[in-house]
Nanobody, 124 residues
Framework: QVRLVESGGATVQAGGSLRLSCSASGYTYYLMAWFRQAPGKEREAVAVIRHGDGEIVYADSALGRFTISQDNAKSTLYLQMNSLKPEDTATYYC???????????????????WGQGTQVTVSS
């Protein structure tokens, strides 16, 4: 059974840190990613990691502040977020896909499976 369950969202002050987790089951996924969606905005990619070689892609907004990683033994994906800003406020989603094809890694249409989301609020 495919299941992605996020956790770790919270309200923090600007400049603070959070670590999000995504517990995954069902497949050995080819790609796993973090997306986020703020109210009234499109869902956007934050960071993506490929299984095996661990190749990573970050959105410009995440570069230097966020780190994506995965623990294959625990089937868990992480997003370490540092130096948080109010504009990082959003619902963060874990996404996964088992296919090695299907288009750009940063397009939400690339991913078959999604978690329910976890809320991150950064206060100024």
């Amino acid at each position: 059974q495919v299941r992605l369950v996020e956790s770790g969202g919270a309200t923090v002050q600007a400049g603070g840190s959070l670590r999000l987790s995504c517990s995954a089951s069902g497949y050995t996924y080819y790609l796993m990613a973090w997306f986020r969606q703020a109210p009234g905005k499109e869902r956007e990619a934050v960071a993506v990691i490929r299984h095996g070689d661990g190749e990573i892609v970050y959105a410009d907004s995440a570069l230097g502040r966020f780190t994506i990683s995965q623990d294959n033994a625990k089937s868990t994906l992480y997003l370490q977020m540092n130096s948080l800003k109010p504009e990082d406020t959003a619902t963060y989603y874990c996404a996964a896909d088992y296919r090695s094809y299907g288009g750009s890694w940063v397009q939400k249409t690339r991913y078959t499976y999604w978690g329910q989301g976890t809320q991150v609020t950064v206060s100024s």
